[in-house]
Each structure stands twice: as structure tokens, then as C-alpha cells.
């Protein structure tokens, strides 16, 4: 069984940074491939960055290139997402996943609460 914490959410103004994390209880987590999306208001659950288990390869949006940089600690059963230079089309609810890296980045279901990132112009 997976369960997932996102945190780190917060207000931060236009061109600022926020580092989310991401904790899985599972033993098993650095056996899985991780990836993180983000849902906005009157939209769909996009895909925003990805990282395979052993964290030798990464995968972003292209809206988030070179803004956001996705990392893993396996030890601390914790994957990460560095945000700069934000911008307000950034804001949604963030959550993490294990996903299937070689299959879309398909997420496999087992959502957390989300954390929020508002960014204010």
C-alpha cells in the first residue's frame, strides 16, 4: 500500500521559489518511478515533471522547463520539485504519484491530499 504527503505549498509573489516535497510510506519507493501534476481551478490534472527510480533521468512540461527541476532522495523515501522564477499561471493544487515512465507518464492512483502553490503577480 502507498500512501502519499505532498508539502511545501504556499503564497509566494511572481518570480519567487517554493521547493515541494513529496513523502511515501511505502518501503518500496525507490523502486518506482515518480512524476508530478497539478490541477487548477475549472481544469484537468496536467503532468508537470517525472523522474525514474533511480533518478538518472527527468522529464518536464514544456512550461516548466528550466523554471522547475525534479529530484528523489530514495533513503528518505522523498521526491522533490524545485520552483523558479513562478509565474501566476503556475497556481493550482501539486501532487505526486509513482508513475510508468515509459507509458505517458501514466500515474498509477494513489494521490495525496495535494499541496497549494499560489503565485500572485
Known amino acids: 500500500q502507498v500512501q502519499l504527503v505532498e508539502s511545501g505549498g504556499g503564497l509566494v509573489q511572481a518570480g519567487g521559489s517554493l521547493r515541494l516535497s513529496c513523502t511515501a510510506s511505502?518501503?518500496?519507493?525507490?523502486?518506482?518511478?515518480m512524476g508530478w501534476f497539478r490541477q487548477a481551478p475549472g481544469k484537468e490534472r496536467e503532468f508537470v515533471a517525472a523522474?525514474?527510480?533511480?533518478?538518472?533521468?527527468?522529464s518536464y512540461e514544456d512550461s516548466v522547463k528550466g523554471r522547475f527541476t525534479i529530484s528523489r532522495d530514495n533513503a528518505k523515501n522523498t521526491v522533490y520539485l524545485q520552483m523558479n522564477s513562478l509565474k501566476p499561471e503556475d497556481t493550482a493544487v501539486y501532487y505526486c504519484?509513482?508513475?510508468?515512465?515509459?507509458?505517458?507518464?501514466?500515474?498509477?492512483?494513489?494521490w495525496g491530499q495535494g499541496t497549494q502553490v499560489t503565485v500572485s503577480s
Open positions: 511505502g518501503r518500496t519507493f525507490s523502486t518506482y518511478a
Open positions: 523522474i525514474t527510480w533511480s533518478g538518472s533521468s527527468t
Open positions: 504519484d509513482a508513475i510508468n515512465y515509459y507509458r505517458n507518464y501514466a500515474p498509477f492512483g494513489y
